[in-house]
């Protein structure tokens, strides 16, 4: 099974920083990336998706390095309601199966 | 419009009992995921279906976890009997696209809230 790996952090950043996550993955076939966002005690909710090589909403920027098989996000000005865990997400698509393969999450703290 | 709905949204069992946690999908949504979450392994995906029709469930620990799915408005995963190594949080998802591999996807899952299951 393909795998992503991500820093655990935490990452204490005050506000109006800009910070950033890596995340690697194993699986050279993968067109697309997905990051979630998930607060703490609740569910997983889709934050951005990287088709090619970026994309970039708002605040908030990702971008896919197929050469070193790396996705990042880059959070500017970073608000207190930033604060979460980030899931790095990537697919796997092998033996019939198609599934969805998680990391497991950079913690983000946005402290005053 | 409603979202994934699961239940029970906690579970306290002593080892040996037989849970059962149930998910309603969103209406329309045609996959249907289940994920274990804990602090250990993250979030694993246990098994899912498309058109109601188990597709992948190398992710099922052992034989003591079962899924089903009887229609497309309902899903239930079982433990039987349960151990304290199950206690995690279990989320059900559903997604609007078919997930087969060669077919892009938005990678949009919508999550249940989840149940968190403790297993004494």
């Known amino acids: 099974r393909k795998e992503v790996e991500q820093d655990p952090g935490p990452f204490n950043v005050p506000e109006g920083a800009t910070v950033a996550f890596n995340c690697t993955y194993s699986n050279s076939a993968s067109q697309s990336f997905f990051w979630y966002r998930q607060d703490c005690r609740k569910e997983p909710k889709l934050l951005m998706s990287?088709?090619?090589s970026g994309n970039e909403d708002g605040r908030f920027t990702a971008q896919l390095n197929r050469a070193s098989q790396y996705i990042s996000l880059l959070i500017r000005d970073s608000k207190l309601s930033d604060s979460a865990t980030y899931l790095c997400?990537?697919?796997?698509?092998?033996?019939?199966?198609?599934?969805?393969?998680f990391g497991k999450g950079t913690k983000l703290s946005v402290i005053p | 419009d409603a979202g994934v709905i699961q239940s029970p949204r906690h579970e306290v069992t002593e080892m040996g009992q037989e849970v059962t946690l149930r998910c309603k999908p969103i209406s329309g949504h045609n996959s249907l995921f289940w994920y274990r979450q804990t602090m250990m392994r993250g979030l694993e995906l246990l098994i899912y279906?498309?058109?109601?029709?188990?597709?992948?469930d190398s992710g099922m620990p052992e034989d003591r976890f079962s899924a089903k799915m009887p229609n497309a408005s309902f899903s239930t995963l079982k433990i039987q009997p349960s151990e304290p190594r199950d206690s995690a949080v279990y989320f059900c998802?559903?997604?609007?696209?078919?997930?087969?591999?060669?077919?892009?996807?938005?990678?949009?899952?919508?999550f249940g809230e989840g149940s968190r299951l403790t297993v004494l």
């Open positions: 997400v990537s697919p796997y698509s092998g033996a019939g199966s198609y599934q969805l393969t």
């Open positions: 990287v088709y090619s």
């Open positions: 279906f498309n058109n109601n029709v188990p597709i992948d």
């Open positions: 998802a559903s997604s609007p696209t078919l997930l087969t591999s060669g077919i892009v996807s938005t990678g949009e899952l919508f």
